[in-house]
């Protein structure tokens, strides 16, 4: 039986926190069928249940993105000619304000794909989302300091937020097509979520052994006590 394929996008924003991104792609990637294919001891019953991915890292033009540290990061093609996709991962920028140019057309456009399997929105990356109309009505969590500032601020009372259903008390959450975390590191939950409905759990075992990192649940979540008192 042939592999599962795999088209997954990482939209490149600039500002985006890197690990926002490079943590949930590289975790889920070692799902993949390329990385079981390295392990001699693995059986072969495993390694046929190992998706193939192939990952497409997209922006607005093909210029060089800066993350909040590490290289510039290469987008390999742009909004206008990005192949379908199954999954489309978007990490969270610090600038939540601005809305990359094309960005907004193209993801609603994808939701509408009957192919796209789910939108992963890693951290603040539901809050520069929000504003577009896409989450309205939808719970979705995000990053509880950027919660808590806007909240304090009385910007969650406007138009470009207070339709959504946010969730302080959880380190992810799924809502149809739309998943998200909360801060940086649920993005790892929020990946690894995916791979345990998506994927064999043969493969699942594969891929925490290979990252020695066990996945948290989307609660208990220990830090719920930020958003505490705070009207969502």
């Given at each position: 039986m042939?592999?599962?394929?795999?088209?997954l996008?990482?939209?490149l924003?600039?500002g985006y926190?890197w690990l926002?991104?490079?943590?949930p792609?590289d975790y889920?990637n070692?799902?993949s069928?390329?990385l079981?294919?390295?392990?001699r001891?693995?059986p072969k019953?495993?390694?046929?249940?190992a998706?193939?991915?192939?990952?497409?890292y997209?922006?607005s033009?093909l210029?060089?993105?800066?993350?909040t540290?590490?290289?510039?990061?290469?987008p390999?093609?742009?909004?206008?000619d990005c192949p379908?996709?199954?999954?489309i991962f978007?990490?969270?920028?610090?600038?939540?304000?601005?809305?990359p140019?094309?960005?907004?057309?193209?993801?609603?456009?994808?939701l509408?794909?009957?192919?796209?399997?789910?939108?992963?929105?890693?951290c603040t990356?539901s809050l520069?989302i929000?504003?577009?109309?896409?989450?309205d009505g939808?719970e979705v969590?995000?990053n509880k300091?950027?919660l808590r500032?806007?909240a304090?601020a009385?910007?969650?009372?406007n138009?470009n937020?207070?339709?959504?259903?946010w969730?302080g008390?959880?380190r992810?959450t799924?809502?149809g097509?739309?998943?998200?975390?909360a801060?940086?590191?649920?993005?790892?939950?929020?990946?690894a979520?995916?791979?345990r409905v998506?994927?064999?759990?043969e493969?699942?075992?594969?891929?925490?052994e290979i990252?020695e990192?066990?996945?948290?649940?989307a609660?208990?979540?220990?830090?719920?006590?930020?958003l505490?008192?705070?009207?969502?």
């Amino acid at each position: 039986m042939s592999a599962q394929v795999l088209n997954l996008g990482l939209i490149l924003i600039p500002g985006y926190q890197w690990l926002d991104g490079a943590g949930p792609v590289d975790y889920l990637n070692n799902h993949s069928n390329a990385l079981a294919s390295l392990l001699r001891t693995l059986p072969k019953s495993t390694y046929d249940k190992a998706p193939i991915m192939k990952w497409h890292y997209i922006s607005s033009d093909l210029t060089p993105v800066q993350a909040t540290s590490g290289p510039l990061q290469l987008p390999s093609c742009t909004y206008a000619d990005c192949p379908p996709l199954d999954c489309i991962f978007i990490p969270g920028p610090t600038d939540i304000l601005s809305i990359p140019k094309g960005f907004t057309e193209f993801i609603k456009t994808r939701l509408e794909d009957p192919k796209l399997i789910a939108l992963l929105m890693i951290c603040t990356a539901s809050l520069l989302i929000a504003p577009t109309g896409i989450l309205d009505g939808r719970e979705v969590a995000s990053n509880k300091l950027a919660l808590r500032d806007l909240a304090a601020a009385g910007l969650l009372d406007n138009d470009n937020y207070k339709k959504v259903k946010w969730v302080g008390n959880k380190r992810f959450t799924v809502d149809g097509k739309l998943w998200s975390s909360a801060g940086i590191t649920a993005g790892l939950d929020l990946a690894a979520e995916f791979a345990r409905v998506h994927f064999a759990k043969e493969i699942g075992v594969m891929a925490q052994e290979i990252a020695e990192y066990k996945p948290n649940p989307a609660d208990p979540d220990p830090f719920a006590y930020i958003l505490e008192g705070v009207k969502l």
